[in-house]
């Protein structure tokens, strides 16, 4: 149980890669917070990952798991939403362990077009909501991490990042 009793923040928390990101937080014995920018699809996500793994662990892990994920609504680009998520994880858990920087804020038209098609304007909001937001919660996060005198910041990338957009890989995905 590496990650026993340590309280992770996973910023959009409800997509894919979310979703298995607070999995495997839980069986190895962390808190998962569920931080995203739909509450609605954060609670979905929390009750499918509660429905897999109770099928598929042990008795005394299964009667756990729905204490060992929170949501939170978090909108990443937004100062005042940062700074109510972190207050109210601090709230209820005293503490915050680790922010793993996941989610994925775009505009409307992103994805809507092929790569020839994309505006260069749109690309430049799509940047701006994309680094900054990882920028902004990393910046939030390590003010309460220094205050608290600990605290890990993992920021995700993708393959996707290296070349043109490929906006097909996530067909059947919605923005959420």
Not at 61 to 74: E, G, H, P, Q, W
Not at 81 to 109: C, F, W
């Amino acid at each position: 149980m590496i990650l026993q009793d340590k309280v992770v923040v996973v910023t959009g928390g409800a997509g894919l890669i979310g979703k298995g990101f607070i999995e495997s937080i839980v069986q190895h014995g962390g808190i998962g917070v569920i931080a995203d920018i739909n509450l609605e699809a954060a609670k979905a996500a929390k009750q499918a990952i509660c429905e897999k793994l109770t099928n598929s662990s042990s008795q005394q892990l299964a009667s756990d798991i729905s204490t060992r994920i929170d949501c939170v609504m978090l909108d990443i680009i937004s100062k005042t939403s940062l700074e109510q998520a972190i207050e109210t994880i601090h709230t209820h858990y005293g503490k915050i362990d680790a922010l793993v920087n996941n989610a994925y804020p775009r505009t409307a038209m992103w994805g809507k077009k092929n790569f020839f098609e994309v505006e260069y304007e749109d690309f430049c909001a799509n940047i701006n909501l994309q680094m900054g937001g990882y920028f902004f919660s990393s910046q939030q996060f390590a003010k309460y991490f220094k205050k608290q005198g600990f605290g890990n910041i993992i920021s995700m990338s993708t393959i996707q990042g290296v070349y043109a957009p490929k906006f097909d890989t996530y067909i059947g995905h919605t923005n959420g």
